[in-house]
């Protein structure tokens, strides 16, 4: 390595704190460099940073296509960045106090977060990341093998916006490792598309808390100044709601993922047609979800016609 980088792990799982480095005068090098420590540690820190928003935003933009948040609202966005830099603030609890991969309602979710600890409680508000490789991994053979045939229905209701919905696989692989990983999450997935109602919820709720296993799982303390960078394909994260005083983040988030299944779906999407109103509670979501994805490709091959 060309850099006299001092990286320390943080948990047998993932994590890695980096020093001997000033993320403020990253160059194209530099930032490859670490992007290869990320793909190693899928979570790294960086302490003592204090970035301003102008190299927050240069830092993220050596790794692709920065976007702000799609639903919540932005303090920045008239004010010169174009709205790449999402600022939360929070006091007496969290947000995002569930397990998640960043923005998975969305058929390109996002790559990864880089996120900037502007200021942080005394004590609590730490955040804890899961290895969604490991959580994969250590699920028996059957079980292994009857995921990833299945996909599964996300959602943004945790944002008031649940019309807005895609399909992602249950399992994927990352483009870079090759390595298999879960891909549903507590906060945004709603729904086994292959399985009935009651079968979903038995398996979605079994493998969303797998996930969180404490062997899989780094926790991270915060300093004011501390920048951390995270890869969603393979990672879950979670905050812990036990503080209450002030707690103001900034992040920017590299957008574009296109999440490749391990295997192409290998049953029919559970769809009741028949009593309709009667199952509507259940299967109304995802009905409606192939019903615009149907609706979407007829244009498209009218268009193409």
Not at 137 to 165: F, I, M, N, Q, V
Not at 209 to 222: A, E, G, H, K, L
Request: hydrophobic share 35%; glycine share 8%.
């Amino acid at each position: 390595m060309s850099l006299a980088l001092d990286v320390t792990r943080l948990s047998g799982a993932l994590g890695a704190e980096v020093r001997g480095v000033s993320l403020g005068k990253v160059d194209a090098p530099v930032a490859e460099e670490i992007e290869k420590l990320l793909i190693e540690h899928q979570v790294l820190f960086f302490p003592d940073q204090h970035p301003t928003r102008e190299e927050h935003v240069a830092f993220g933009q050596h790794f692709g296509e920065l976007e702000g948040h799609p639903n919540l609202k932005n303090p920045f966005n008239d004010d010169g960045d174009e709205g790449m830099i999402f600022e939360l603030a929070a006091s007496r609890g969290g947000i995002a106090d569930e397990w998640h991969s960043d923005i998975t309602f969305q058929d390109e979710p996002s790559i990864m977060a880089i996120l900037h600890m502007v200021k942080c409680p005394e004590l609590g508000g730490d955040t804890l990341w899961a290895n969604a490789y490991k959580a994969y991994e250590e699920l028996s053979p059957p079980l292994r093998d009857l995921c990833e045939g299945l996909t599964a229905l996300h959602d943004a209701a945790p944002h008031g916006k649940p019309e807005a919905t895609s399909i992602h696989p249950v399992v994927r692989v990352h483009p870079v490792t090759g390595r298999k990983s879960l891909f549903v999450n507590e906060h945004f997935t709603r729904r086994i598309v292959e399985l009935s109602a009651n079968e979903s919820d038995t398996l979605l709720g079994y493998l969303t808390d797998w996930v969180s296993n404490p062997r899989f799982t780094v926790r991270y303390s915060w300093q004011e100044g501390t920048v951390a960078m995270w890869d969603n394909r393979c990672t879950q994260h979670f905050v812990l709601n036990d503080f209450t005083e002030e707690r103001i983040i900034q992040r920017v988030t590299v957008m574009g993922d296109q999440p490749q299944a391990a295997e192409p779906p290998r049953w029919e999407p559970f769809v009741r047609t028949r009593l309709a109103a009667a199952t509507s509670r259940y299967d109304l979501q995802l009905n409606r979800h192939l019903g615009r994805q149907s609706g979407s490709l007829e244009a498209n091959r009218k268009e193409g016609s």
